[in-house]
Each structure stands twice: as structure tokens, then as C-alpha cells.
């Protein structure tokens, strides 16, 4: 299997954390306090996990899925000599090839559909949805949809092209405009419940959604 995150995997975290001065760490976690003890919640794309983790510090019984062995492998290291109120499950898998549908209470996607070209991303999400609960929800963090004035969505656009660009390169990621994920998600069924947002430079870079599936 190509491993895409092999050499741009090790320093994911630490490119993440500069780019956005720490606001993408932020919005990978900002619908945790929705986490209650006991709840099964999903990673789809965990990558280093720093989120995943956190979630298991809460008690979540926590799953997490990537195609990336390197990336899994840094995961692990992560946890390595830790404990957690439930042990941490791995799979190694393509996220459409893991169909535990309607289990989980929360589905993250966090800076995870980005990576897809238009059709394919749209599928993927729908494949989230399929594996949330009826009533539990799907988590999207990532760059949020350009708005404000056209000075203001030039400068968001270039942002999110200089991370799209290295990214295309690095890992194959698709190169594309910023998705609508809110749209995306009411189009799939889900009520979105919450949004919270995350400035850099004074203007909004990224979001996490909370959309619920109906039961
Ligand atoms: C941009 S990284 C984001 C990682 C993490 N969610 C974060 O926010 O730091 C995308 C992750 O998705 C994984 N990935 C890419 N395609 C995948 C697929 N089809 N199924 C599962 N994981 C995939 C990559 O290996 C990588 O770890």
C-alpha cells in the first residue's frame, strides 16, 4: 500500500500547529465537551491523534481508523505507557472499508476530507454519516468556506492554497477550493447544531461543525 503520510507524517502536527498558531489543535477539540463518559466515538483519518487522545481522556470508548501505517504508527508511540478508561482501538483500513454503520455517538473528521477530490469527498462524508448512530453525531473540523469582503476571501483563499499546495505535493492530497461542509452535511440529512469558529490574522481560518443524524 503507498503510504501518502510517510515523510510529511512526522511533521504533520508540528506544521499544523505553526500554520494556524495553534487554533487547528483547538478546533480538533472543540466539540469534545459533548463526550460523555462511555460514548463510542470514531476518528476516521486520526493521523498523529492528538484529538483521539484527548477523547479518551474523557472516557470515550474510543476507535480510531487510518490508511496510513506510518501515521498509526506515530499514534501509537503517542500512547505507548499510557492507560485510558477504555483501551484504544486501531484499525488500519481505508475509512469506506470500515462499516460499522450506525454505532458510533460521534464521528470526527477532522482535517480529514480535505484531503479528497470533489466526488470522492462527498462520498466519504456520506460514509461518516452512515456510521454515526440515528441521533448521534458527525464532527467536521477544517478550513472553513471563505467569506466577507473580496480583500478578506483572497487572503483566505491564498491561505488555504498554501496549505493545499504542500499538501498536493507532500501526500497527494486533491488540489480544490475550500468545501462547504455545512451544506454538504444538511444535503446528507444532518441538523447542524453548532459551529464554532477559530481567527488567524483577524480573519476566521477554520471550523468545527456538529451535525446530528435524525433517528
Ligand atoms: C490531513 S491528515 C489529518 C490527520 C488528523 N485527522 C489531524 O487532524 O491531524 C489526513 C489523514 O487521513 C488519512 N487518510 C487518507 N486517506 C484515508 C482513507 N481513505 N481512509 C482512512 N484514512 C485516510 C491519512 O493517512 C492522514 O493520516
Known amino acids: 500500500m503507498n503510504d501518502r503520510y510517510r515523510i510529511i507524517g512526522p511533521l504533520y502536527d508540528v506544521l499544523a500547529a505553526v500554520f494556524s498558531l495553534g487554533q487547528i489543535d483547538r478546533c480538533k477539540i472543540a466539540m469534545h465537551d459533548y463526550i460523555r463518559p462511555g460514548d463510542k466515538i470514531l476518528f476516521a483519518g486520526v493521523g498523529q491523534g492528538r484529538d483521539a487522545i484527548e477523547a479518551a481522556n474523557r472516557a470515550g470508548e474510543v476507535t480510531v481508523v487510518d490508511l496510513s501505517e506510518s501515521m498509526l504508527n506515530i499514534f501509537n508511540r503517542k500512547i505507548q505507557g499510557r492507560s485510558f478508561p477504555h483501551q484504544i482501538r486501531q ?83 486533491a488540489f480544490h477550493p475550500v468545501y462547504d461542509y455545512a451544506a454538504q452535511m444538511r444535503q446528507l440529512g444532518l441538523e447542524i447544531m453548532e459551529v464554532r469558529t477559530f481567527r488567524v490574522f483577524g480573519d476566521e481560518r477554520y471550523y468545527s461543525i456538529r451535525g446530528r443524524k435524525l433517528q
Open 91 to 173: 484499525a488500519h483500513s481505508d475509512i469506506l472499508a470500515f462499516e460499522e454503520h450506525d454505532q458510533y455517538d460521534m464521528v470526527f473528521g477532522n482535517f480529514f476530507l480535505n484531503v479528497f477530490p470533489p466526488e470522492l469527498e462527498f462520498e466519504i462524508l456520506g460514509h461518516l454519516v452512515k456510521l454515526a448512530k440515528p441521533g448521534g453525531s458527525v464532527v467536521v473540523g477544517d478550513f472553513s468556506l471563505p467569506k466577507g469582503g473580496a480583500v478578506s476571501r483572497l487572503f483566505q483563499n491564498i491561505y488555504w492554497y498554501i496549505a493545499d499546495t504542500l499538501f498536493y505535493i507532500m501526500a497527494q492530497n
